[in-house]
């Protein structure tokens, strides 16, 4: 059974940082690519950042560049969000998603960027930023 556990959300202030993990299990690690996606009250779902498996490239949507950053432990078959300088609209549920992608973590078309393949998704970790 494939498993993704997400961890490390809270509370935290204004400019503060907090890395959020996601661990996996039942799957051939190395063979999937990890995205992060968040949700907030009211709003659609979006993809914040993923890792592609096949060349370890990476994407971030541009409200998080600069801040956040997402690296891969294969050995400890975890993905990491560290995330800085965070905003009140950085405030979500935060879900990291596996996908056996054959290329790479997202695509672009006609200026819209899609995350398609996610087959196994977490049980999200909320993150709250107060001002």
């Known amino acids: 059974e494939v498993q993704l556990v997400e961890s490390g959300g809270g509370l935290v202030q204004v400019g503060g940082s907090l890395r959020l993990s996601c661990a996996a299990s039942g799957l051939s690690f190395d063979d999937y690519s990890i995205g992060w996606f968040r949700q907030a009250p009211g709003k659609e779902r979006e993809g914040v950042s993923c890792i592609s498996s096949s060349d370890g490239s990476t994407f971030y949507v541009d409200s998080v560049k600069g801040r956040f950053t997402i690296s891969s432990d294969n050995a400890k078959k975890t993905v990491y969000l560290q995330m800085n300088s965070l905003k009140p609209e950085d405030a979500a549920v935060y879900y990291c998603?596996?996908?056996?992608?054959?290329?790479?973590?997202?695509?672009?078309?006609?200026?819209?960027?899609?995350?398609?393949?996610?087959?196994?998704w977490g049980q999200g970790t909320q993150v709250a930023v107060s001002s």
């Open positions: 998603a596996a996908g056996h992608l054959p290329v790479a973590c997202v695509t672009y078309y006609r200026g819209t960027y899609y995350y398609k393949g996610y087959d196994y």
